[in-house]
């Protein structure tokens, strides 16, 4: 009897201990402070607008703010490395843009493995690249600038959001597919990039529709064609790269939340369930529109199998261009 009263008081502590460890008992009561958003990217960029819309939304519904901390750098992996080095608690979520598949190909020691170490919780939107000229250059079509580019290889340059980014990734495909030879210049993000095509320097840039759009309109852009296979709702008078003349150079960039793989699977879940209710909302779709976005809920099998098919995918496209990380 006595020995059974040990085992008893022994199992008691046990169960205890699990409930207040950090994957059972904190997980439970997630969150109970504030989250961080870490994005790769500067203020203004595409995935910023996305992480600071969505997590906005969920901030209301799940009774904690969500903070943005904008970690630049090297294509995504600082903010990525931070991310995967971290606790996973679910307090620090990843929010990277598709370039995300792009690093393990063009950065040899990432500090990281991206399959292992990350895990995708689900994508939240998709948007155009749209390709953008200074208009003082004079190029109304496409056409027109794929011409003059080839009639003078070498001459020409093209601005990023940083080596490694979803927009030197489309540039890259679009340069390959239209048998361009163009010099890169990589910046900070999108807002460096544009302000850097808007002044003339860089003659042409896939900038993020969700950034690119109000200065298209304003007319300090000129929009010559959109990176998807479909045309955007938000600009339907503007072709496809494919429509426009160059076959193959179709290319979306996601923006998804990203988390530790050793995060508990009920803080997984919640994140998941949160961002799904939040695009969900006619408040949130009708802010997606005007950015030139739409919502874009994965489950996280899919995600996850996603990112790993177009790691693949990117590793081709990095042979054929001969990338290397500068």
Known sequence: MKCFAIAATMALAAAGAVAQSPSAGSASVYPSKPI?????????????????????????????????????GAGGTIAALQVARGEADGYTVLVHASGHVLNPSLYPSLGYDTLK????????????????????KGWKTQADLV??????????NYASAGIGSATHFNAEIFRLQAGIDALHV?????????????????????APLASALPLIRDGKLQALSVSTKARASALPEVPTSIEAGVAGSDYTLWVGMIVPSATPMVVMKRLHDEATRALASAELK??????????????????NASIRTEMEAAARIVRAANLKAQ
């Not at 203004?44 to 906005?56: E, L, N, Q």
């Not at 990589?186 to 896939?206: L, Q, R």
């Open 36 to 72: 961080r958003f870490v994005v790769p990217f500067s203020a203004g960029s595409a995935t910023d607008i996305i992480a600071r819309t969505v997590g906005d939304a969920m901030s209301k519904s799940m009774g904690q703010p969500i903070l943005i901390d904008n970690k630049l």
């Open 117 to 136: 170490d990350l895990t995708g919780i689900t994508t939240l939107a998709a948007i155009p690249n749209v390709l953008v000229v200074n208009p003082a």
């Open 147 to 156: 011409g003059a580019a080839r009639a003078k290889p070498g001459q020409f």
């Open 186 to 206: 990589p910046y900070k993000g999108t807002p460096e990039a544009m302000t850097n095509v808007i002044g003339g320097s860089n003659d042409w840039f896939f």
């Open 286 to 303: 009708e802010r997606m529109a005007k950015l030139g976005a739409e919502p874009f809920i994965q489950s996280t099998e899919a995600f």
